[in-house]
């Protein structure tokens, strides 16, 4: 059973920033692909960050040089490390593993707020 668990979200100030990680159990995690969604309100779930199994990463424009994907095979851990947060920013957050592009496996989702 594939259970992955996000955590590290929370209420920062604009310019700030926040590291999320998703502890991943139950797949053969070295060898999948991960992502890290978001979903504001209104709005469709969205691909924030990729990484496949060898390392390569993936990024939308909007967070481009403000994001980073990384990945802990021994932890079975993903990360994204945003910085420069802006209030768009803010959504639920949710990790993914990825069978080639497509989500596959969800997360329950981490709640991150970017307000003065």
């Known amino acids: 059973q594939v259970q992955l668990v996000e955590s590290g979200g929370g209420l920062v100030q604009p310019g700030g920033s926040l590291r999320l990680s998703c502890a991943a159990s139950?797949?053969?995690?070295?060898?999948?692909?991960m992502g890290w969604y978001r979903q504001a309100p209104g709005k469709q779930r969205e691909l924030v960050a990729a990484?496949?199994?060898?390392?390569?990463?993936n990024y939308p424009d909007s967070v481009k040089g403000r994001f980073t994907i990384s990945r802990d095979n021994a932890k079975k851990t993903v990360y994204l490390q945003m910085n420069s947060l802006k209030p768009e920013d803010t959504a639920v957050y949710y990790c993914?593993?990825?069978?080639?592009?497509?989500?596959?496996?969800w997360g329950q989702g981490t709640q991150v707020t970017v307000s003065s």
């Open positions: 993914a593993v990825r069978t080639g592009v497509s989500p596959s496996y």
């Open positions: 990484i496949t199994s060898g390392g390569s990463t």
């Open positions: 139950g797949i053969i995690f070295s060898i999948v692909g």
